[in-house]
């Protein structure tokens, strides 16, 4: 299994420009998850999706944010215009109903100068 | 609502010394349990999961973790610590065995020293 891919690796921006973060799940995972880490609040829940709906999107900062999953292999997590204060490790997870808890990729971080 | 606390910031270790991470719990109902562990520059890799039954619970690495009701606290062991083992380690509960919903600690940083 390749676990849970994240794209791109890194990202350095400039404020104002539309920043887009890939994620495919581990595949038959039903659960997906959007997270934020930074070193002053630690790890943020931004949204989650259960078969492909969203479920909870009340740690979403603001309306500059937003996520969507088409389908059971890829969502994206996008910010729209980006700013400086979303300098972050965006991190996205999967799970399965059935148990074993979530499974992280490896990470993006993101840079807006 | 559910909270989790790890109240050690950083510990540090030295190579081959025993290992405890702390970790306390709020939770109304019945808690499925889990540590994680994010080296540098990684994503956070489950390390083990406590969802019910045996109260001692085995994982991978070499670690192991206690669940105590009666304390709130599902306390992350080791016997002996590796160099490899510096890293975050994160303290996590959630409300089903999917891990939907975790709610996770600060985190506990661990250095070791040769």
């Known amino acids: 299994d390749a676990g849970v891919i994240q794209s791109p690796r890194h990202e350095v921006t400039e404020m104002g420009q539309e920043v887009t973060l890939r994620c495919k799940p581990i595949s038959g995972h039903d659960y997906l998850f959007w997270y934020r880490q930074t070193m002053m609040r630690g790890l943020e829940l931004l949204i989650y999706?259960?078969?492909?709906?969203?479920?909870?999107d009340s740690g979403m900062p603001e309306d500059r944010f937003s996520a969507k999953m088409p389908n059971a292999s890829f969502s994206t997590l996008k910010i729209q215009p980006s700013e400086p204060r979303d300098s972050a490790v965006y991190f996205c997870a999967s799970s399965y109903r059935g148990g074993g808890g979530q499974f992280f990729g490896p990470g993006t971080r993101l840079t807006v100068l | 609502a559910q909270s989790v606390t790890q109240p050690d910031i950083h510990i540090t270790v030295s190579e081959g010394a025993s290992l405890e991470l702390r970790c306390n719990y709020s939770y109304g109902a019945t808690p499925y349990l889990f540590w994680y562990v994010q080296s540098p520059g990684q994503g956070l890799q489950l390390l083990l999961k406590y969802f019910s039954g045996d109260t001692l619970v085995q994982g991978i690495k070499g670690f192991e973790a206690e669940f105590k009701r009666s304390q709130s606290s599902f306390n992350l062991r080791k016997p002996s610590v590796h160099w490899s083992d510096a890293a975050e380690y994160f303290c996590?509960?959630?409300?089903?065995?999917?891990?939907?919903?975790?709610?996770f600690g600060g985190g506990t940083r661990l250095m070791v020293k040769p």
């Open positions: 999706f259960n078969n492909n709906v969203p479920i909870d």
């Open positions: 996590a509960v959630g409300a089903s065995q999917a891990g939907n919903m975790l709610t």
